[in-house]
């Protein structure tokens, strides 16, 4: 009998033993099984939220691009510090076909506003009222991106002469600013 409860014991044990280390193995790989489950519900909120922050990316991208279009436009009729004397030449000439004559055109020097660089331009022009408006209209809506700033017109009563004293500020390429 002794062999016999020796044997159930010994068992008994062995069950034991084998039940723990079951139970050891069973527990730790559940444990580590859950684990791994939160990172990858981690990953997946980290990927969706990806994908959600790409989606809101590429709608600002859309939302922008007709912007950068527009100042690639402006910034395409910016001229050269080399092509000021050519503005200068074709706002006279335009000035002439109009029937104003300048009386002052003098550049100052470059200046900056924000990135980029322009010259200011002081001008002083006579003629007929349609005629100086003509000019200025062409200048806000001509071939380069130039700004009318101090502008001052007097026209005598009963006559139509007019006098304009302005700053023409024309912008220049944004590699060429001061």
């Keep these: 009998m002794k ?37 990858s519900a981690k990953l997946t909120r980290v990927v969706l939220s990806n994908d959600g922050l790409e989606k809101v990316l590429d709608e600002e991208r ?22 000021i004397e050519g503005f200068l030449r074709q706002f006279a000439a335009d000035a002439d076909t109009l029937g104003v004559s300048v009386s002052l055109l003098r550049p100052g020097e470059i200046a900056k506003d924000g990135q980029y660089g322009y010259a200011p331009i002081d001008v002083h022009l006579e ?14 809506y001509g071939r380069s991106f130039a700004l009318i700033g ?10 139509d002469v007019c006098q304009a004293t302005l700053t023409i500020n024309v912008f220049l390429k944004p590699d060429e600013g001061a």
């Design 62 to 83: 859309a939302d922008v691009k007709p912007l950068r279009d527009k100042l690639d436009k402006y910034t395409g009729t910016f001229v050269g510090r080399n092509e």
């Design 150 to 159: 101090a502008l001052t017109v007097q026209c005598e009563p009963g006559k």
């Design 3 to 39: 062999t016999g409860k020796i044997d159930a014991i010994g068992f008994t044990a062995l069950v034991c033993v084998v039940g723990l280390a079951y139970f050891g193995l069973i527990h730790g790989q559940t444990h580590r099984l859950s684990a791994l489950r939160e990172s």
């Design 127 to 140: 003629g007929a009222f349609a005629g100086v408006y003509a000019l200025l209209h062409s200048l806000e």
